[in-house]
């Protein structure tokens, strides 16, 4: 039997699922989308399919003005630390918005999250043009044009910061009564158009070096942006020639701001509602919600094995996918317990986890502090 | 009445109390010990844990500073890790008033109050030195006397965002269709001389209704903010004499803010020094004193007074014969203490005073000004010490600072919790299920519901 190479798995979670009605649907725990309780029992079912990762939505703003959809969300870098303790393998990825927030304080947050998680921290920083946020935070100065510029100096403050502990930066000599060798630390200097910052970062260099930076490619904007930011990039392409089109965009991006060496992982990103009925599920949500659900990644709804035949036949190019549950926890049920099993079957997916960080199961190098004398390229 | 002891644990993060060339001191990073010092604190039935913050690495002479533990995660993320392993324990962090914004802040505490059932305390602290700005968007742009202007406009309207929704909105009936009755709920407009922002609080209402709100600071202006708006203060009055003025001092405050005195509770930080023997627990605390006041260490500290290079003194010598350099840049740079000696001429005519009246070399001299209050002594003299400098008024529990991580609270947990609890003066279980309700503060209002329940 030929092995197919793995895909890599991820699912995208928001509030009671991607569809605007999902918490309407009779599996769905509406009560509970503020309590630990949901989140834990979320990502811990996650877990169980053995996925990749998880990614978790957020905003410095009410999602909806409808007072028939969910409105508030918890911070999802909280969500991700509460849940960590009680998770062992999956990736933690949770956005956070660094429009109106400041590089220092995500940056020791998220390498924080690495601690906790033991080297399963990742991040997915989202930029916000949205008038009515801005003025949460009375900043008036913001121009649409230039929001993933702004972002793309925010991600490399960051990693400089999460470099500006060499590794081995704590001695706790007693000799020389010195608790760390501060020429292992570094004030990493970042002076641009947004930031000036000093460093070093308060928190020691992270157990993946840099945790892991996602970015959703939905326009040119964002996909350049993602090309020279991230780690991992979820696409949202609507069939495989444009998958085709758009990953090759984000490789020659990438190459032409010199990441020969670490080209990013890309994902296709697709919101599915699976099961026998799943298209009439969905249009019995469109239903209750008023109006057809067209979200900006591709909508799939079948079986779980009609799934994966889609998720194979598509797979060249990509290293694998996001799913955005249409209902949780219907649909997320249905990736760990149908979906799974059954590229399991194909030989399509890991039937365990192995040992490592999450950069490590994406085959991504753990990166030598820039800031190591001798720090010469990749491990 | 017989007063009953509050109890909480702090975690030392970047310090010089920490014996970190003890073998029984492991990381300050990983979070197994914060987890070990969570469950020390909750098998004690303390309070609260405490988290400091520092938003700059210290330096001294121009270099960063590298004789003292260093190294800390964020608050944020670490109290919701441990709300992951604790079930009963307060989480209380301390986030700056300015270097942040009031909506992400407000949002992260509420996050903390919703994901712990309640169990989430903010440290409202201040700063405004361009040294810490230098890692911040809007680099150092507060003047020093504004900083307790922004820290209480701060605080007054992250309340207005955690009153923004009343706590009854969210009924998600599948039915009907609704999941939240009221359109307008997390509106909210606030316009003052530091903040002047509006829209939605995006979210709900916590189990609390607001973190328990700590405040520390000892000055006029610090004093009085607490006794306006703060549910505790901490404290680094330990002594006994001292301790009931400052108490008396800040309870005496609170009616004139319309507030009652059980509405702020005092919290001394003190170290505990347990022996078998009274003449044991003596010995371990010079021993550690010592430990903790290097010969170098020492030396740094003086010449933070001094304000110069003093690198070539003997720690085991006398002081420098000379006076402080007074200039307007301070060696030391992102330590409070530093800023606390506003006449270091008088202060340095002190210590030579004291030095020679007892006989004490450079860091003999360090050891004896920087001591902290301790209570020394066996379990039981421990136990009384306590519950006496309560009873008395000098404070309503302690903050326990421990010279290990993170196993430093592990034996008074064993040995002097079950002491005051035969006492009667410490609970033996925990009497809520907030931290609110833990301390014994009187439910809160929220304004906009009393309001509207008054109509």
């Known amino acids: 039997m030929t092995s197919r190479p793995k895909l890599h798995l991820a699912v995208a979670l928001d509030g009671a699922g991607w569809h605007p009605a999902a918490w309407r649907d009779e599996a769905a725990r509406a009560a509970e989308l503020f309590t630990a309780g949901y989140w834990v029992d979320v990502v811990r079912e996650a877990e169980r399919g053995l996925l990749d990762l998880v990614t978790i939505e957020d905003s410095l703003g009410p999602q909806s003005t409808r007072t028939d959809q969910v409105r508030g969300r918890l911070d999802a870098g909280l969500i991700a630390a509460r849940v960590a303790p009680r998770t062992a393998h999956i990736g933690l990825a949770p956005s956070a918005v660094v429009t109106h927030t400041e590089p220092f304080h995500i940056s020791k947050a998220i390498a924080s999250l690495d601690f906790i998680s033991a080297g399963r921290a990742g991040w997915q920083p989202q930029v916000s043009g949205r008038r009515s946020e801005a003025a949460h935070f009375g900043r008036r100065d913001i121009d649409p044009a230039e929001l993933f510029d702004e972002a793309a100096d925010y991600v490399e403050v960051v990693r400089r910061l999460w470099d500006s502990w060499e590794d081995d930066a704590e001695i706790r000599d007693v000799a020389t009564g010195r608790f760390i060798d501060r020429d292992k630390l570094h004030y990493i200097d970042f002076a641009g158009k947004w930031f000036h910052v000093k460093g070093p970062s308060i928190t020691p260099r992270p157990p993946q070096g840099q945790p892991l930076v996602a970015a959703l490619a939905t326009d040119a904007a964002a996909l350049r942006f993602a090309a020279r930011a991230a780690d991992i990039v979820f696409t949202t392409a609507h069939d495989a020639e444009r998958a085709r089109i758009t990953t090759d965009r984000i490789r020659a991006e990438a190459l032409a701001v010199g990441r020969e060496h670490d080209i990013p992982r890309i994902l296709g990103d697709l919101v599915v509602f699976l099961g026998e009925h799943a298209a009439d599920r969905k249009a019995r949500l469109d239903e209750l919600d008023g109006t057809e659900y067209t979200p900006d990644a591709p909508v799939f709804a079948g079986t779980a094995a009609e799934l994966a035949d889609r998720l194979l036949n598509q797979a060249a190019g990509l290293a694998g996918f996001r799913l955005r549950p249409g209902v949780i926890p219907h649909d997320l049920t249905a990736i760990t317990r149908e979906l799974v099993p059954e590229l399991q079957r194909r030989g399509a997916f890991r039937a365990a986890y192995e040992a490592g960080t999450l950069r490590a199961r994406f085959g991504l190098h753990r990166p030598v502090s820039r800031y190591a004398t001798n720090a010469g390229g990749h491990l | 009445m017989t007063k009953q002891i509050h109890l909480a644990a702090h975690f030392p993060g970047v310090n010089n109390t920490t014996v970190w060339s003890d073998p029984a001191s492991l990381s300050q990073i990983e979070f197994s010990s914060f987890t070990h010092l969570a469950h020390t604190a909750e098998r004690g039935k303390f309070d609260f844990l405490f988290l400091a913050e520092g938003l700059r690495l210290r330096e001294h002479a121009g270099k960063i500073y590298d004789l003292d533990v260093v190294g800390r995660p964020d608050t944020f993320t670490v109290l919701a890790g441990l709300a992951a392993v604790t079930e009963h324990l307060g989480l209380a962090g301390t986030i700056n008033s300015t270097f942040n914004e009031p909506y992400e802040v407000a949002r992260q505490f509420a996050s903390l109050d919703h994901l712990s059932g309640g169990r989430a305390a903010w440290n409202v602290v201040t700063s405004w030195d361009a040294f810490t700005g230098e890692n911040f968007r809007r680099g150092g742009f507060l003047p020093e006397n504004q900083r307790y202007d922004r820290a209480q406009l ?120 347990l022996g078998d023997t009274e003449a044991q627990a003596h010995e371990r605390a010079a021993h550690i004193r010592h430990q903790q006041v290097s010969g170098q260490t020492a030396i740094r500290f003086l010449e933070q007074l001094w304000n110069t290079d003093l690198s070539d003194l003997d720690p085991d010598g006398p002081l420098p014969d000379f006076d402080p350099v007074i200039g307007t840049d301070t060696i030391t740079k992102g330590r409070a203490s530093a800023r606390r000696n506003r006449d270091p001429i008088a202060t340095a005519r002190q210590w030579r005073e004291l030095a020679e009246a007892k006989q004490l070399s450079v860091r003999e001299l360090i050891i004896e000004v920087t001591a902290r209050q301790s209570f020394i002594g066996t379990a039981a003299h421990v136990a009384d010490a306590m519950n006496r400098f309560v009873q008395e008024d000098a404070g309503d529990g302690f903050i326990l600072v421990p010279h290990l991580t993170p196993g430093g609270l592990d034996e008074f947990v064993d040995t002097v919790v079950p002491l005051l609890q035969e006492r009667g003066v410490y609970r033996p279980e925990y009497p809520g299920a907030t931290l609110r309700e833990n301390l014994g503060l009187p439910p809160l209002e929220n304004p906009r519901r009393s309001k509207k329940t008054a109509s």
Request: charged share 25%; no cysteine; net charge negative.
């Open chain 2, 154 to 273: 701060f605080l007054r309207t992250a309340r207005e965002l955690f009153d923004s929704w009343q706590g009854h909105e969210i009924v998600a009936d599948k039915e009907s269709g609704t999941f939240l009755t009221d359109p307008r709920a997390g509106a909210f407009e606030h316009r003052d001389a530091h903040f002047d922002i509006a829209g939605r609080f995006n979210v709900p209402r916590s189990p609390q209704g607001r973190p328990v709100i700590f405040q520390a600071g000892d000055s006029d202006a610090g004093r009085e903010f607490a006794a306006s708006a703060a549910d505790a203060i901490f404290t680094g009055h330990a002594t006994l004499e001292a301790g009931k003025h400052f108490y008396a001092d800040v309870k005496g405050r609170l009616a004139r803010h319309g507030r009652s005195r059980d509405e702020l509770l005092v919290f001394p930080a003190t170290t505990v020094v």
